[in-house]
């Protein structure tokens, strides 16, 4: 008989190798950099440790908005840097985070990524178009397995949303 297919966890699909800033990294440098590499965010490290913390997560938004008021207000050569505009203490995942909880973040809470981290160490990165990767994948192979077979996840199981940042 065969078995229903294991239920991916963030782990299984994140993206090991992201993009970093630094919270000292200049405004003009952030809006470049996130231009160059075609990324919308960026998760923040503090170099202070080793390996580093993450400290934050940058944004186009963020950037968008100390731009458009430096522009504004007249201010050329902005002093603005990434530790002023970040989200501080991003919601982010642990590795274990399954797929059911982060298709649930990510379609009631409009995210577009999560970092994935343990012990404040990011460990990788997870997009919206990750996990609705991995939901079809899964889905595709659930569906193969069969009506009087098929399995559903043990719903006690499924982590609290409200206690997913540690």
Known sequence: ??????????ADFMVRHVHTLAPETKLEQAVEYLLKHEISNVPV???ETDPPTLVGFLSESDCL???ANDTFYNR??????VEQMMKRQPICVPPE???FTLATIFYQQGFRHLPVVEDRHLLGIVSRRDVLKAMY????DFDRF???KRF???LSQITNLRFIVK
């Open 1 to 10: 008989m065969s078995k229903p297919p294991k239920l991916p966890t963030a």
């Open 45 to 47: 490290l503090s170099g």
């Open 65 to 67: 908005e100390h731009l």
């Open 76 to 81: 050329s050569g902005s002093e603005v840097r």
């Open 97 to 99: 985070a399954d797929l």
């Open 137 to 140: 994948e899964y889905w595709q």
């Open 146 to 148: 069969g009506e009087s």
């Open 152 to 154: 559903r996840p043990d």
